[in-house]
Protein backbone atom coordinates (compact mmCIF):
# COMPACT_ATOMS: atom_id res chain seq x y z
CA UNK A 1 0.00 0.00 0.00
CA UNK A 2 1.15 3.17 -0.73
CA UNK A 3 1.96 6.02 1.73
CA UNK A 4 -0.65 8.87 2.29
CA UNK A 5 1.15 12.11 1.72
CA UNK A 6 1.87 14.07 5.18
CA UNK A 7 0.19 17.50 3.97
CA UNK A 8 -2.98 15.71 3.82
CA UNK A 9 -5.53 16.79 6.81
CA UNK A 10 -6.98 13.04 7.66
CA UNK A 11 -6.04 10.63 10.45
CA UNK A 12 -4.34 8.29 10.81
CA UNK A 13 -6.52 5.85 12.57
CA UNK A 14 -10.63 6.43 13.16
CA UNK A 15 -10.86 6.98 17.11
CA UNK A 16 -13.47 9.31 17.79
CA UNK A 17 -16.45 10.11 16.13
CA UNK A 18 -16.15 12.36 13.06
CA UNK A 19 -18.91 14.32 13.64
CA UNK A 20 -18.65 15.31 17.33
CA UNK A 21 -15.20 13.88 18.72
CA UNK A 22 -16.83 11.87 21.37
CA UNK A 23 -15.23 8.25 21.62
CA UNK A 24 -18.54 6.60 22.87
CA UNK A 25 -18.14 2.70 22.58
CA UNK A 26 -21.34 2.71 21.24
CA UNK A 27 -20.35 3.74 17.29
CA UNK A 28 -19.94 2.46 13.89
CA UNK A 29 -17.38 3.00 11.49
CA UNK A 30 -17.98 3.49 7.71
CA UNK A 31 -14.97 2.86 5.22
CA UNK A 32 -17.56 2.76 1.97
CA UNK A 33 -16.68 6.51 0.70
CA UNK A 34 -14.35 7.21 -1.53
CA UNK A 35 -11.55 9.59 -1.76
CA UNK A 36 -13.33 12.68 -3.30
CA UNK A 37 -16.20 12.60 -0.80
CA UNK A 38 -13.62 14.56 1.91
CA UNK A 39 -14.55 17.55 -0.44
CA UNK A 40 -17.67 17.60 1.39
CA UNK A 41 -16.43 17.01 5.01
CA UNK A 42 -15.04 20.06 6.80
CA UNK A 43 -11.21 20.53 6.02
CA UNK A 44 -11.12 17.41 3.65
CA UNK A 45 -9.15 17.57 -0.18
CA UNK A 46 -10.82 18.87 -2.92
CA UNK A 47 -11.09 16.15 -5.81
CA UNK A 48 -8.65 17.85 -7.75
CA UNK A 49 -5.97 17.91 -4.81
CA UNK A 50 -6.61 14.34 -4.41
CA UNK A 51 -3.79 13.76 -7.49
CA UNK A 52 -3.66 10.17 -9.57
CA UNK A 53 -4.78 8.13 -6.19
CA UNK A 54 -7.82 6.37 -5.40
CA UNK A 55 -8.97 4.58 -2.02
CA UNK A 56 -11.83 4.94 0.46
CA UNK A 57 -11.85 6.89 3.34
CA UNK A 58 -12.97 5.27 7.05
CA UNK A 59 -14.33 6.99 9.88
CA UNK A 60 -16.18 6.35 13.42
CA UNK A 61 -19.81 7.65 14.00
CA UNK A 62 -21.05 7.73 17.78
CA UNK A 63 -24.50 6.38 17.81
CA UNK A 64 -26.27 9.80 19.06
CA UNK A 65 -24.50 11.30 15.79
CA UNK A 66 -25.39 8.41 13.41
CA UNK A 67 -29.26 9.03 14.38
CA UNK A 68 -29.72 12.07 15.14
CA UNK A 69 -27.24 14.22 13.32
CA UNK A 70 -28.30 12.07 10.39
CA UNK A 71 -25.55 10.78 9.46
CA UNK A 72 -27.10 7.16 8.78
CA UNK A 73 -27.38 8.48 4.88
CA UNK A 74 -24.13 7.47 4.51
CA UNK A 75 -24.41 3.88 4.79
CA UNK A 76 -22.66 1.38 2.87
CA UNK A 77 -22.93 4.91 0.05
CA UNK A 78 -20.48 4.49 -2.97
CA UNK A 79 -20.95 7.57 -4.91
CA UNK A 80 -21.88 11.50 -4.23
CA UNK A 81 -24.61 11.19 -7.42
CA UNK A 82 -28.24 11.17 -7.22
CA UNK A 83 -28.68 8.65 -9.87
CA UNK A 84 -32.47 9.24 -9.36
CA UNK A 85 -32.20 13.10 -9.73
CA UNK A 86 -31.89 14.87 -12.93
CA UNK A 87 -29.21 17.48 -13.37
CA UNK A 88 -29.91 20.58 -13.88
CA UNK A 89 -28.25 23.12 -16.60
CA UNK A 90 -25.20 22.25 -17.73
CA UNK A 91 -24.02 19.90 -15.06
CA UNK A 92 -23.51 16.18 -15.95
CA UNK A 93 -24.93 15.25 -12.95
CA UNK A 94 -26.90 15.89 -9.32
CA UNK A 95 -25.78 15.20 -5.74
CA UNK A 96 -27.47 13.19 -3.51
CA UNK A 97 -28.79 16.22 -1.08
CA UNK A 98 -28.88 14.01 2.00
CA UNK A 99 -25.46 12.35 1.85
CA UNK A 100 -24.18 15.70 1.20
CA UNK A 101 -25.40 17.27 4.09
CA UNK A 102 -24.22 14.42 6.58
CA UNK A 103 -20.97 14.63 4.80
CA UNK A 104 -20.65 18.23 5.50
CA UNK A 105 -20.90 16.99 9.08
CA UNK A 106 -17.92 15.31 9.60
CA UNK A 107 -14.43 17.18 10.15
CA UNK A 108 -11.80 15.52 8.35
CA UNK A 109 -9.23 15.55 10.52
CA UNK A 110 -10.80 12.76 12.33
CA UNK A 111 -11.66 10.47 9.10
CA UNK A 112 -8.42 8.21 8.22
CA UNK A 113 -7.33 6.66 5.07
CA UNK A 114 -8.64 3.26 4.75
CA UNK A 115 -7.09 1.62 1.08
CA UNK A 116 -5.02 3.75 -0.69
CA UNK A 117 -3.74 3.06 -4.02
CA UNK A 118 -1.65 5.00 -6.54
CA UNK A 119 -4.00 4.72 -9.95
CA UNK A 120 -2.76 2.82 -12.82
CA UNK A 121 -3.73 4.82 -15.83
CA UNK A 122 -3.50 3.00 -18.95
CA UNK A 123 -2.91 6.04 -21.29
CA UNK A 124 -2.92 9.86 -20.57
CA UNK A 125 -6.11 10.57 -22.16
CA UNK A 126 -7.36 8.12 -19.68
CA UNK A 127 -5.81 10.54 -17.23
CA UNK A 128 -7.40 13.27 -18.58
CA UNK A 129 -10.98 11.98 -18.07
CA UNK A 130 -10.49 11.20 -14.19
CA UNK A 131 -8.50 14.47 -14.28
CA UNK A 132 -12.15 15.94 -16.06
CA UNK A 133 -14.51 14.21 -13.51
CA UNK A 134 -12.75 15.46 -10.63
CA UNK A 135 -12.81 19.23 -11.85
CA UNK A 136 -16.51 18.10 -12.77
CA UNK A 137 -17.35 16.91 -9.41
CA UNK A 138 -15.47 19.80 -7.44
CA UNK A 139 -17.84 21.95 -9.21
CA UNK A 140 -20.58 20.82 -8.73
CA UNK A 141 -19.69 20.83 -4.69
CA UNK A 142 -19.01 24.50 -4.29
CA UNK A 143 -22.06 25.08 -6.34
CA UNK A 144 -23.69 23.08 -4.00
CA UNK A 145 -22.49 24.41 -0.96
CA UNK A 146 -22.54 28.55 -2.07
CA UNK A 147 -26.13 27.65 -2.05
CA UNK A 148 -26.53 26.26 0.72
Do not use: N
Not at 55 to 60: A, E, I, K, V
Not at 70 to 88: H, K, N, Q, S, Y
Not at 123 to 134: I, K, L, N, T, W
Amino acid sequence: MEKVPDDWPYADEPTACAACGSDDDRHVTVDTLGLVWGAAMDGGLAPTAVGDYGGTLRFRCCHDCWTSRGIDALEEVRTLVDREARAEGDRSFALDDEQVAAAAKLDAERVAVGDFRRLDYRSDPERRHVRSQDEAVESVLESWFDSE
